[in-house]
């Protein structure tokens, strides 16, 4: 079976207006337009197979909603091939639709001045939902979303929270095998939250849905997903789980030990070990190492026959921290790893 996603070296360029700042260059852009190509998305390849849960992270600007927009059908893709549930996305739209369900956390989907349970007969109708299982959806999706005490409210009177529940609601109303969710829970309370994901972590559960999830928020990730891709600059940097992830940005481990007493010849000391620091009051020794070149057994057992060593502490990396580096796009490797991971910057073509 091919995978219900496939790209391959799929690119978006994007024509982007360059102005000088301030009057003069409002003027001179003008009459003299500059442009240059921006690859938002550069050349990516992805594979994803019924049944997966994919959080598709990278800093802001890297390309996530361009992707998921093109995995839509709602952006035409440069160059490269794309094929969902066995369509092109953008040739055959309306196709396309049914078998996909989209939250985007920074825009609704609802109708705005019409009641929320309005909006759902809309998409009943736009889907050809049947009756029996339209009700049998709305039932359990109200039930499980908190939904009745805003459903006869307008969207635009309903907090964030409620929104964000509402549209996934929507979203899901006609059983799409996919579902695109960018950002949905920004800005909501952990409660929302909380019923958000456990929602989604049902629907893969139980229905095998396709989940393709950008998020900034670690319990997303780890409620959700089991595979993280991260895209940075357009190129995709990252294709793996969590603990590969961790193995590939996060080697450095660190010990910390806690000394009797000063040791007198600290320096010596440190020379034979990785990379070494010493607490100003001399009775606190950290060695920072890499895991994959050392054993954090082998530091201490270095470290021991030295100086009287009361207590130690390993230090691992937190994949919080580790996440809030993608986002930040902060990553970078550590020596030996492949080099065509790293992200290249792409090139910038300026024309008159
Ligand atoms: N319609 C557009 N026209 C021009 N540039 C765009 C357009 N949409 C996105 N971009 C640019 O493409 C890059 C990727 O944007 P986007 O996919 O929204 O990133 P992300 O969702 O990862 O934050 C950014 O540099 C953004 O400015
Ligand atoms: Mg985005």
Redesign the pocket.
């Known amino acids: 079976m091919p995978p219900l996603i496939e790209a391959h070296g799929l690119t978006?360029k994007?024509?982007?207006a360059v102005k000088e700042p301030g009057l003069a260059g409002a003027l001179k852009h003008f009459f003299v337009r500059q442009y240059r190509d921006?690859l938002?998305?550069d050349h990516i390849d992805l594979a994803i197979e019924p049944g997966e849960s994919v959080a598709y992270l990278?800093?802001?600007?890297?390309?996530?909603?361009?992707?998921?927009?093109m995995l839509t059908g709602i952006l035409v893709p440069s160059s490269g091939s794309l094929i969902v549930n066995g369509l092109v996305p953008y040739e055959k739209r309306q196709r396309n639709a049914r078998n996909i369900g989209v939250v985007f956390g920074q825009r609704t989907q609802l109708w705005w001045d019409i009641p929320v349970v309005e909006s759902f007969n809309l998409a009943r109708d736009m889907y050809e939902i049947p009756a029996d299982r339209y009700k049998k959806n709305l039932g359990e999706f109200t039930e499980m979303l908190g939904l009745a005490e805003f459903m006869n409210v307008p969207a635009a009177k309903i907090s964030l929270g409620q929104r964000m529940r509402a549209d996934l609601c929507m979203a899901l109303l006609h059983d799409p095998r996919i579902l695109y969710l960018?950002e949905p829970t920004i800005g909501l309370d952990i409660a929302v939250k909380d019923s958000i994901r456990k929602f989604v972590r049902a629907r893969v559960e139980e229905y095998g849905t396709t989940v393709m999830l950008?998020t900034h928020d670690l319990g997303d990730i780890e409620d959700i997903c089991r595979r993280i891709v991260i895209?940075d600059n357009?190129k995709i940097i990252h294709d793996g789980d969590l603990a590969t992830l961790k193995d590939t940005y996060a080697r450095d481990r660190v010990i910390h030990f806690q000394l009797a007493r000063p040791a007198e010849s600290m320096a010596a000391i440190c020379q034979k070990l990785p990379a070494c620091e010493v607490a100003s009051d001399g009775l606190r020794l950290s060695v920072r190492f890499d895991r994959f070149e050392h054993a954090a057994g082998e530091i201490a057992g270095a470290v021991m026959p030295l100086v009287e060593v009361i207590d130690f502490r390993i230090d691992e990396p937190e994949v919080e921290d580790l996440i809030r580096r993608v986002y930040l796009g902060q990553l970078s490797l550590a020596p030996g790893d492949e080099p065509e991971l790293r992200s290249a910057k792409p090139a910038v073509v300026a024309e008159a």
């Open positions: 978006k994007f024509r982007q921006k938002a998305v990278g800093p802001n600007g890297a390309g996530k909603s361009t992707t998921i927009k960018d950008t895209i357009g």
